[in-house]
């Protein structure tokens, strides 16, 4: 096994684990661009959003509800944050394992383009 992510969720790698439950797990990303920087991954492998099926449909929704959950704990849900799915090369995927960023705590837009 030689993705990262999927190392994490097995608990062969390290990370800051915040959240888990049958199909996702959440921890803090390695090099946080943010005061609050949450990756939700799925716990099954799936490379990126090309690779979706019709039947991970209440997954990809689950994602979004955990993420909701994280940001309420966190602090950020009233002030707002940023929900991202990169996706590919040219959509600045570096992780080939599917995951939803929660980026949060200062204002985006001076932040990020
Ligand atoms: P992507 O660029 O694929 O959308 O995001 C991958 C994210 O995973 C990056 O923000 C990067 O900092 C984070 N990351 C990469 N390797 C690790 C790791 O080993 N542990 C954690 N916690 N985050 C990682
Ligand atoms: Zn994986």
């Known amino acids: 096994m030689s ?3 999927c190392k994490i969720i097995c608990g062969e790698s390290p990370a800051q684990i915040l ?7 959440a921890f803090r990303d390695i090099h946080p ?10 716990n099954r492998h799936i490379d ?6 019709p039947e991970d ?8 509800l955990v993420a ?22 040219h959509g600045g995927q570096t992780v080939i394992h599917i995951h939803l960023h929660l980026i949060g705590g200062w204002l985006a837009r001076f932040a990020l383009k």
């Open 3 to 5: 993705c990262i992510f």
């Open 19 to 25: 959240f888990r439950d049958d199909l996702v797990t």
């Open 33 to 42: 661009i943010a005061p609050t920087h949450i990756l939700i991954v799925t």
């Open 48 to 53: 990126s959003v090309n690779e979706l099926e």
């Open 57 to 64: 449909e209440s997954l990809v929704g689950h994602m979004a």
């Open 68 to 89: 909701k959950q994280l940001a309420a704990q966190a602090g950020i849900a009233e002030d707002g944050y940023r929900l991202i799915i990169n996706t590919g090369v």
